[in-house]
């Protein structure tokens, strides 16, 4: 299907003024569904274009995995004649997002009170750090940034707190880290597909457009806190932020006889059933497994009497002794042993394709799956940088001299 667009949003077209991580996965999400992705460059280029490795300039692994299924133009927002080329092209289109901070957005006249007086039906989607009328909106947002300021950071810390009061030798520096990956960027990312989705849903039944933001340190937030705020939740006295489950001691990967396992005994059933299966009878009838008033504030000691237990067998014992007593256990995979899960192997997660410029590439599916109007990871390939620039004008409406003046008046790359 490359090269043809299908999907449950076939028909809709998004002019996408993001970059980097957080813009760009939400509106490859809305790629991957069908809509025509346009992604506006400045002469440089996306900055996670750089990022290696690459096989060819301008086109790193990173950016790669992260816009698919877009087109690329190219235009010099500092010249009035590129404003003017982007008002047109987004004057057809559905969904204008940008992840600019407010004053530079108001300098380059991208505001939707402006937009929306050449497309009433245009959804404008911001998709900034912080939220605009709060005191940190114009502070420059990356993924690390808001971990750190989210309390994302601090989890680890929390959880090594914990590990001290039991296993002093385990417990490391007992400072904030990041999660290694960008955690950030991506979940809120996809509240901005979400986002943006919603509108579109609003404006089918009421052909009203409307402006939306979202904004990444108070969706990372939202996200840390769903479990976090924990006691805090009671006001004014409840008990300290912090969920005791996920910050216990013990909540990690098991040490087996011969590897990892996540082991997760989570209901009653669950819990009665694990201390059959590692003969511990004496606490099948205990209080502290069957009553969850019980067992919720004391869940740590529970943890603990797993990680005792699962260095007396194999992985793969214990994975058989789970199964039959029907209680949650997985092996811990390493990244490279993703590629030969048998699991995704048998749904066909990853996908191999040839890329006109680059060659032999894999990505991973897309992973909703619709009965009627399937998504798909190779609509479009990875456009190079700017190579849809003319398609793009041109569908606007701009005659070839007006093309040409356009490319003509670019910094030479």
Same mark, same amino acid.
């Given at each position: ?24 996965? &939400? ?14 460059? @400045? ?6 274009? %750089? ?21 690329? +133009? ?46 009433? $039906? ?12 709060? =005191?940190?909106?114009?502070?420059? /947002?990356? !993924? ?20 001290? *009061? +039991?296993?002093?030798?385990? &417990? ?11 955690? /950030? ?29 979202? =904004? ?14 924990? %006691?805090?939740?009671?006001? =004014?006295?409840?008990?300290?932020? %912090? ?14 006889? !011969? ?12 819990? $009665? ?10 606490? +099948? ?24 237990? #699962? ?9 058989? @002794? #789970?199964?039959? @007593? ?70 606007? %409406?701009?005659?070839? /001299? ?9 910094? *030479? $790359?």
């Amino acid at each position: 299907m490359t090269g043809k667009t299908a999907g449950a949003l076939k028909g809709i077209r998004v002019v996408d003024l993001t970059s980097v991580v957080f813009g760009p996965y &939400a509106t490859q999400t809305l790629g991957d569904m069908g809509a025509d992705v346009i992604k506006v460059e @400045a002469p440089e280029g996306d900055v996670l274009r %750089g990022v290696t490795p690459t096989r060819t300039d301008g086109m790193g692994v990173v950016f790669m995995n992260i816009n698919r299924n877009k087109r690329s +133009v190219v235009l010099d927002l500092k010249q009035p004649a590129h404003r003017a080329a982007l008002d047109r092209v987004v004057a057809t289109a559905d969904v204008f997002i940008h992840s600019i901070r407010p004053k530079a957005a108001e300098r380059l006249g991208i505001a939707y009170e402006r937009l929306k007086t050449a497309n009433d $039906r245009l959804i404008h989607c911001t998709a900034v750090g912080f939220a605009s009328d709060g =005191p940190y909106a114009d502070t420059p /947002a990356y !993924d690390d940034i808001i971990q750190g300021l989210s309390g994302t950071a601090d989890l680890n810390r929390r959880q090594r707190e914990a590990v001290a *009061t +039991v296993r002093p030798h385990d &417990a490391g520096a007992m400072a904030p880290t990041f999660v290694p990956g960008a955690v /950030a960027d991506k979940t809120a990312g996809l509240i901005v597909a979400q986002g943006i989705l919603a509108a579109l849903f609003h404006r089918e039944r009421t052909g009203e457009g409307q402006s939306i933001e979202i =904004p990444m340190f108070e969706a990372m937030t939202s996200f840390t806190l769903l479990e976090h705020l924990y %006691g805090a939740v009671h006001q =004014p006295d409840g008990a300290p932020f %912090g969920y005791n489950r996920s910050l216990a001691p013990d909540r990690r990967p098991f040490p087996t006889k !011969d590897g990892f396992i996540t082991v997760m005994p989570f209901t009653t059933r669950h819990w $009665r059933s694990f201390f059959a299966a590692i003969g511990r009878d004496d606490l +099948v009838e205990a209080p502290l497994v069957n009553d969850p008033n019980i067992r919720s504030p004391r869940i740590a000691e529970l943890y603990a009497l797993i990680a005792e237990a #699962m260095p007396s067998r194999t992985t793969a014992d214990w994975l058989e @002794a #789970m199964r039959a @007593a029907d209680v949650p256990a997985m092996p811990v995979n390493r990244l490279e042993d993703l590629a030969s899960d048998p699991h995704l192997a048998a749904t066909g997660f990853f996908v191999d394709s040839e890329h006109p410029t680059e060659g032999a590439v894999r990505t991973t599916a897309p992973p909703i799956r619709f009965s009627a109007t399937p998504a798909s990871a190779t609509h479009r390939p990875v456009p190079k940088l700017g190579a849809d620039t003319r398609d793009v004008l041109g569908e606007a %409406g701009f005659s070839e /001299a007006e093309i040409e003046a356009i490319e003509g008046s670019l910094p *030479t $790359r």
